[in-house]
């Protein structure tokens, strides 16, 4: 894609090629090209698609690139060129989605070959009116790398996931995939799910008939489990492929959470002083299937019941960024713990009416806790489940679930003396599941 000057009146045809190797030299592999009117130098609406059912219009973009009819035909790869007076755009079949809308053929009839590991360059040339002669190359690299998704609100979330993304040079989806097209903005899009899906699941795990990486062994993955929803994206297309293909459990499959819960915490302290603390994001253990970010402990009766947190509750606390080393309060308050928790293997299957989203049949659901006394007689035990809900601001009345997290309350009439708190995960058919068992002392004075 690519934006004209306001000086363009007439843009003209433009011609997409792509090359094997650093340079545009030789014979491309792929080779695109517009044919605009004569006049406006813009695509004419005659060769753009209409009515097509798997496309769907977001705001005004009524076209793009995929659509393109003529000449050649809906089907035919060569003529998916779209130009108009703002911006152009072209898609290049790699032969990963070549099965969908499209006879995946050269100008001569023949089929094409699939693009494969390596490096391409990619030469945009203006052929006519005000874009004749200019020509532009990028290199487009094919190649192994490590990839983190995650959600991408609120917004200090998706700066600090950015963040570690660049300084980490690992690679994150945010730019669209091919099958969404929004040369300008989101809000102005036109969008071809069973596209865009399909090509987002490979981008997790390449599973196309010989790829050679991105693939079952291979896969370099991670997943931040921050403000994760049930049918989201996330949830269900990328960590809903991991488990599809077995990886979920791989060595080169890795968790990250935030280390206090939050991408910051702004709360008020027991001295009623507001404060901030910074979160960074930190990964799993291996094996590692739980941890506990952090306990807060406040007055007795003051808590929201579990698995509500208001991020502008005002309540006085205190923070126990360490519950591994104990808790400490007085018999006349009580305590919450946070927690986050990760994907296990389970079988999936895929849901072709939405897009490639997959249906997992089982996740952590419930975290059961026992409490003994120094005797080690049992106190309480109680099973909570998992899914917090958060809300971020006194200007936004909605509540967010996560699955992945967790925010138990614990208000109990004991003795002062200590306690140990033992707790371990259970998944949807209340099956224990391993490396989630922790371990803690509440001390009550």
């Not at 079949?93 to 023949?110: C, E, I, M, P, V």
């Not at 874009?131 to 790398?145: G, L, M, R």
């Not at 196309?208 to 921050?226: E, K, R």
């Not at 791989?250 to 709360?267: A, W």
Request: hydrophobic share 30%; glycine share 10%; charged share 20%.
């Amino acid at each position: 894609m690519g934006l004209f000057p306001q000086d363009v009146q007439a843009p003209g045809n433009i011609r997409v090629e792509l090359f094997r190797g650093t340079t545009a030299s030789g014979t491309p592999v792929r080779r695109l090209e517009s044919h605009v009117d004569e006049i406006t130098g813009v695509t004419p609406d005659s060769a753009v698609e209409t009515g097509y059912p798997e496309g769907r219009v977001v705001g005004n973009m009524t076209k793009a690139p995929d659509i393109i009819n003529s000449p050649g035909g809906f089907r035919y790869p060569g003529n998916k060129v779209l130009v108009t007076k703002e911006f152009y755009g072209a898609i290049i079949l790699g032969g990963s989605t070549k099965d969908f809308d499209t006879d995946y053929t050269d100008a001569q009839g023949n089929q094409l070959e699939d693009l494969t590991e390596g490096v391409y360059t990619v030469k945009v040339t203006g052929l006519s009116g005000d874009v004749a002669s200019h020509t532009e190359t990028i290199q487009v690299y094919f190649k192994p790398v490590r990839k983190v998704f995650g959600g991408f609100q609120p917004e200090n979330h998706r700066n600090k996931f950015f963040a570690f993304t660049t300084n980490n040079g690992y690679g994150k989806l945010y730019d669209p995939l091919p099958g969404y097209f929004s040369p300008i903005s989101w809000s102005n899009s036109y969008m071809i799910e069973k596209r865009a899906r399909l090509r987002n699941s490979y981008e997790v795990v390449n599973t196309v008939s010989g790829a050679t990486y991105g693939t079952p062994d291979n896969a370099q993955i991670g997943f931040i489990l921050y403000n994760l929803k049930d049918k989201g994206a996330t949830s269900c297309l990328e960590i809903g492929k991991a488990i599809a293909a077995n990886v979920i459990d791989s060595p080169n499959t890795y968790f990250y959470y935030y280390n206090i819960g939050e991408p910051d915490l702004t709360y008020v302290a027991m001295d009623s002083q507001k404060k901030t603390i910074d979160g960074t994001i930190t990964r799993f253990d291996y094996g590692d299937r739980l941890v506990l970010p952090r306990a807060a402990v406040r007055a007795r009766g003051t808590g929201d019941g579990d698995n509500r947190f208001s991020l502008v509750d005002e309540t006085p606390t205190t923070l126990d960024l360490n519950v591994a080393d104990g808790l400490q309060l007085s018999t006349s308050e009580e305590f919450a713990v946070f927690g986050v928790v990760t994907p296990i293997q389970a079988a999936v299957t895929g849901d072709p009416d939405h897009f490639m989203y997959y249906t997992v049949d089982n996740r952590i659901a419930q975290i059961r806790y026992r409490i003994t006394d120094s005797q080690g007689t049992i106190v309480t035990e109680t099973t909570r489940n998992v899914t917090l809900e958060r809300r971020y601001s006194n200007s936004d009345p909605n509540w967010y679930s996560s699955i992945y997290e967790f925010e138990h309350e614990f208000n109990l009439n004991v003795s002062p003396g200590r306690y140990t708190m033992n707790l371990i995960a259970l998944d949807q058919k209340g099956a224990d599941v391993s490396g989630t068992a922790e371990t803690f002392i509440v001390e009550y004075r």
